[in-house]
């Protein structure tokens, strides 16, 4: 084939290849942080300059750009890893650099890297290059190999980024890096980013000491920074000597008073220790420098609500809402000042501002409904929540579950029976509807009723764990069909094996058929995930079937302690005629 030698190629939008990028030369190309340029497709291209190479190349690069212009990348990467193996032309090798990044191509980039650094063995960037995908690749030790020679030949090197991806490596091989960055250190001794990454690494491996011993030594030489003031406070705190930590945050802020992250940090720190008058004024401060800073405004605003400032955080709630900035988090918190001022009318108001799909939306929606039938307002309520769930079945059903528990919590049964009756002739076979009159019928003693709806939804849903538990546990609590219970309850430890409900009433069933060892150990089980006071009265009464009464009494009392006016443990102590 013919040579084709220092031919021009002109890369423009008004030429044959239209807009591609271009890569920059060897003299002039930048390295970013992922120590390779940009490709961006789109964009007027200066001509490249290529070496001597042959017309089946130079028609293999055309080929190339086209695709590029296409937007079939990955075929324009692979054809330019081949042409720049092949011409082994250093402005080619850049351009498939580009290319191989678009496509996260990590195997191309460590061989054009490669071939780079051969090419140009004087060159850092090749070596950066190459350092940053180990990296990427979790190769660290030959990162900081190729780190140390991007340094060798007067290139700069920020090791941070090494710090940064090492926080989950085996502390192990974290010890490995300490080493090599401790010789490095020796080295190169005014590069600062080695000795802070040697003190950030030390940290992560819970060489707390050791790495307050290096950051001493760091300031020796250098003045220290915002960083390097969190970090030291960081070690101090995973140290436990939160007063040294606190100072040095302290002075941190004083010195660097216009960093927001330092400044961010010690507000938190603050909140951390309760000291939440101090937490405010630093957020002030914050909000003074940035009067747009809208998330500190709502730290402020939430403060002010702890602390009982109702008509700061109420100002501050407005002006969020006003800006659209946190305005669904505002209202829920305005919804729940004026509760706390007995101002039922505002408290719904902001309540029912909470925009459906937001984190609050449902509670919000809980909260006003709650308070509205509470105030008698029972059509206003269920307006509302009809109004809302127009058209969202789903939506239709949760509302109607949430609605008849409030109804029923604030005694009114009737109402509540009225609206699932209503809402299951819509919704026959909706278990969550069937659950909901199971809760209406337990309210009301009716167990024949809670049954009748407990054994439809298991007709209809035979692994549903939660009706399987609810009618297994009133059958072995309320009647004498224990070994049908039982049999329920197993059915329903089979699909949730680990729900501490189902556990203790597993181990209850089991007390009423007489095997107490084998209750005794699903009780423990139960009690050990969730020691309320109902599973406290169940463990004693099993403790005192089996003769073990100290044992009992300590389970209960325990319990009374956090509950003293449990009427569980009371019952169970009265029924068994335990002297206190």
């Known amino acids: 084939m013919r040579q084709i030698n220092s031919f021009a190629i002109v890369l423009a939008c008004t030429g044959l290849i239209g807009c591609a990028a271009s890569a920059p030369s060897a003299e002039t190309a930048e390295i970013p942080a992922r120590a390779m340029p940009t490709l961006v497709l789109g964009e007027a291209a200066p001509e490249i300059e290529y070496g001597s190479f042959t017309e089946d190349q130079l028609y293999q690069a055309i080929i190339s750009e086209l695709s590029a212009q296409r937007g079939q990348v990955t075929e324009a990467g692979n054809s330019y890893f081949d042409l720049a193996v092949s011409t082994r032309d250093i402005t080619i090798i850049q351009r498939a650099i580009q290319f191989a990044s678009a496509n996260s191509d990590i195997n191309a980039l460590l061989q054009l890297g490669m071939l780079w650094a051969q090419l140009e063995p004087t060159n850092p960037q090749p070596q950066l290059l190459l350092s940053i995908q180990f990296l990427e ?10 780190m140390s020679r991007v340094l060798e030949l007067g290139g700069n090197m920020d090791f941070a980024v090494l710090s ?22 020796g080295e190169f001794s005014s590069q600062n980013s080695i000795h802070l990454t040697l003190v950030q690494l030390l940290a992560q491996n819970g060489n707390f000491e050791d790495a307050l011993t290096e950051l001493e030594l760091l300031k020796d030489y250098t003045d220290p920074t915002a960083n390097t003031v969190m970090l030291e406070s960081q070690i101090l705190q995973n140290m436990e000597r939160p007063k040294r930590s606190m100072r040095v945050m302290r002075s941190g802020v004083a010195r660097f008073k216009t960093d927001k992250t330092l400044r961010l940090s010690y507000a938190r720190m603050l909140i951390q220790n309760e000291e939440y008058v101090k937490a405010q004024e630093q957020f002030q401060i914050l909000v003074e420098q940035d009067p747009q800073d809208w998330e500190t405004l709502y730290s402020i605003a939430l403060l002010d609500t702890q602390l009982e400032n109702f008509d700061r955080a109420i100002a501050s ?46 509670s919000a929606q809980q909260q006003a409904t709650r308070l509205s039938i509470r105030s ?5 309520a269920h307006d509302w929540l009809s109004q809302l769930s127009r058209g969202q079945p789903r939506l239709e059903v949760l509302f109607t579950t949430i609605e008849s528990t409030l109804l029923i919590q604030e005694e009114h049964p009737g109402a509540a029976e009225q609206l699932l009756n209503t809402a299951l002739n819509k919704f026959p076979n909706e278990t969550d509807l069937l659950f909901a009159r199971v809760l209406y019928f337990d309210s009301q003693s009716d167990p024949e009723g809670s049954e009748s709806d407990l054994m439809q939804i298991i007709r209809m849903q035979p692994e549903d764990s939660r009706a399987l538990n609810h009618l297994g546990y009133m059958l072995a609590d309320q009647t004498t069909r224990h070994d049908e219970a039982l049999e329920l309850i197993e059915r329903a ?8 409900a189902i556990i203790d009433s597993l181990g209850w069933a089991l007390y009423k058929v007489g095997r107490h060892e084998e209750a005794l150990v699903q009780m423990r089980r139960a009690f050990a995930a969730f020691p309320d006071d109902e599973v406290a009265s169940h463990l004693g009464e099993v403790l005192w079937a089996l003769e073990r009464f100290d044992e009992a009494m300590r389970v209960w009392q325990d319990a009374l302690k956090s ?9 169970a102590m009265e029924r068994l005629q335990v002297a206190e």
Request: net charge negative.
């Open 493 to 500: 430890i089979a699909v949730s094996p680990d729900e501490p």
């Open 317 to 362: 709630y407005t002006k969020l809402i006003g800006v659209d900035q946190r305005a669904d988090e505002s209202q829920y918190n305005l919804g729940i000042i004026y509760q706390e001022q007995d101002n039922s009318e505002k408290s719904i108001e902001h309540f029912r501002q909470v925009r459906i799909g937001t984190n609050n939306f449902l």
């Open 563 to 571: 509950d003293p006016e449990s009427p569980l443990i009371a019952e």
């Open 164 to 185: 940064s991806r090492t926080g989950r490596l085996d502390p192990k091989i974290r010890t490995l890096l300490i080493e090599n960055l401790r010789r490095l250190k």
């Open 376 to 380: 008698g307002h029972l059509v206003d």
């Open 137 to 146: 690749s979790g190769a660290f030790e030959q990162a900081i190999s190729h």
